[in-house]
């Protein structure tokens, strides 16, 4: 009855178990990589707020403002996702598998929002005013940035292919199949 949550759920636990490996796990340690992985799933946003029709503002609803009353943010760390297993200590092997979980989770995260209903139906384009989020690599952990759509740049077929945007510190271009609209921004 509750497949939707029970889907990702089954995901968290599957991409848990590949940042994790086989490495054993001490209480304390492994409630750290559990304190972090549901941070990186309730960081994630929902729609934009709504007293957000300003739109130079950015803020987003996210699964912590239920838990919390507001979003929830994480320290920035040294990327240890380069470094080999046998040179980490403890510490940095949890954080090796907290930033191995978020790089697959926001990554196939992105993935179902973008999702594509080919040619058996119609989908609307990318509207000017709309909240995005823009794919970019090396992000820290729940870090989601977010850009306004201002121009649209239609193909010759009339699909818009490219958008220029505007985020909190510039103005860029990015082609859209490199942005995932907000799934409840209706």
């Not at 609803?61 to 046998?86: C, M, Q, R, S, W």
């Not at 040619?119 to 989020?133: A, E, P, Q």
């Not at 729940?142 to 490219?162: K, Q, S």
Request: aromatic residues 8%.
């Amino acid at each position: 009855m509750g497949g939707l949550w029970e889907a990702g759920i089954k995901s968290a636990k599957y991409l848990l178990t590949r940042a994790v490996g086989e490495k054993s796990l001490t209480f304390e340690e492994l409630t750290t990589v559990f304190c972090k992985v549901e941070a990186i799933l309730n960081s994630r946003p929902l729609c934009p707020l709504p007293a957000s029709d300003n739109p130079d503002e950015f803020n987003v609803l996210t699964a912590g403002h239920f838990l919390i009353g507001k979003g929830l943010t994480a320290v920035p760390e040294y990327n240890v996702e380069d470094i080999t297993i046998n040179r980490l200590s403890r510490w940095q092997y949890i954080q090796k598998c907290s930033q191995m979980f978020w790089r697959r989770w926001s990554h196939e995260y992105l993935n179902t929002l973008q999702q594509k209903a080919k040619w058996h139906s119609d989908k609307s384009n990318i509207k000017i005013g709309d909240l995005v989020i823009i794919k970019t690599d090396n992000v820290p952990p729940c870090n989601w940035p977010l850009g306004r759509i201002e121009a649209l740049h239609p193909g010759p077929d009339g699909i818009v292919r490219c958008v220029t945007l505007r985020t909190q510190k510039s103005t860029l271009q990015r082609p859209v199949n490199k942005l995932s609209p907000l799934p409840y921004s209706n």
